[in-house]
Every structure is written in C-alpha cells, then in structure tokens.
C-alpha cells in the first residue's frame, strides 16, 4: 500500500532500505528521545528491525512506510495497530522517525497527517494516539499539527532514563468523530 500526499510518498519497506535505516538510527540527535542518542545495533536492524518493518500486514503487527520525497528516504512513519489474541481495540498508536536532514520541513507533520486520514478514512478506526517525551517539543508539535490534542503526563520507571525523563511521557490522541468535525469545517 503506497500513500501520496502533496510532497511526500509513504511506502512498503524493502530489503534495500538497511543502509538508509542504520544511517537514521545512528544518528545521535535522531536517538537523543528514545535511547540517549546510542545508536542501534546495525545487527538489531537487518535481523529484527527491517524484517518486521517488510512483514507482512496481520494480526498485531505495525504498518510502517518508508518517506521518501523524490527517491531520497527521508525516514518512517507507522500506524500500530492496537489489539490482542481476543481481537482489535480499533485504535492506533502513531510514529514517526525522521533524518536530521529532514527535520523543520514538516515533512513529520505531513506524513502524519496522512496516516491519520488513512487510518480514519479508510480504516475506519476509532481512536490515534501517540505518546513522546515531554521534553520533545517538535515531536509535540508534529502531534498538534497532526490534529492529535493533548489528552495527560505520566511517569514511567526506566532502568537508564535519560535527561529529560524526570519531566514525564505525554500522550496526545484524536478520535475519528474529532476528526469527521475538523474535516466539515
């Protein structure tokens, strides 16, 4: 399944895409919210990452797109699906991970939008959201831009937190009836 939106294409990972994967998550700045900017593993990548990225589309597993704008792969962006063995709870979280190089286009808030278009108009889903570090603030915004609304803060216990962790997780969400009325108007 390949989106389109005015500058962007959001499509199937492929096997070709490693070197583009472990460039993104080597990237310090990049990791700086998720692993204090340590890199992953190439290893993790190529044997865990990408194939669960390119696997197909069933039960309990996240679609992720690769963004590309005119052939250059700027990053991913993913609806995970939320559900266990006794079926789907209808809603998603949203992610999305783009390079440096990328970062203050709007290129995020663009891709994001997408998916939560996709998500309600197509999928029929009933509930987006998607959490970061309250530190974050351009993934905050990226949230905002994409309609999702401030919904808490909450605090997680991490083994190694990092900078910024004792300021708490936040999460942001849209439903599909908040999002039929932002459409209408």
Not at 23 to 30: E, G, K, M, R
Request: zero cysteines; hydrophobic letters at 45%.
């Amino acid at each position: 399944m390949i989106l389109h939106t005015q500058r962007l294409t959001l499509r199937p990972f492929a096997a070709a895409d490693l070197v583009s994967l472990v460039a993104l998550d080597s990237d310090p700045a990049v990791m700086r919210f998720l692993t204090n900017g340590e890199p992953t593993p190439r290893d993790v990548i190529a044997n865990k990452t990408l194939p669960s990225f390119m696997a197909p589309r069933g039960a309990f597993q996240p679609w992720v797109w690769a963004i590309e704008q005119d052939g250059a792969f700027l990053g991913w962006a993913s609806l995970r699906l939320l559900g266990n063995e006794s079926g789907w709870a209808n809603e998603a979280d949203l992610g999305y991970r783009l390079k440096q190089s990328a970062w203050g286009a709007g290129y995020a808030s663009e891709a994001a939008r997408a998916l939560v278009d996709h998500g309600f108009g197509v999928w029929k889903l009933d509930r987006i959201y998607a959490e970061t570090m309250a530190v974050n603030a351009a993934s905050r915004r990226v949230m905002e831009k994409a309609g999702l609304r401030y919904v808490r803060t909450f605090h997680l216990e991490w083994d190694d937190p990092i900078p910024g962790t004792e300021e708490g997780e936040v999460e942001y969400a849209l439903t599909r009836e908040e999002w039929a009325r932002a459409k209408e108007s």
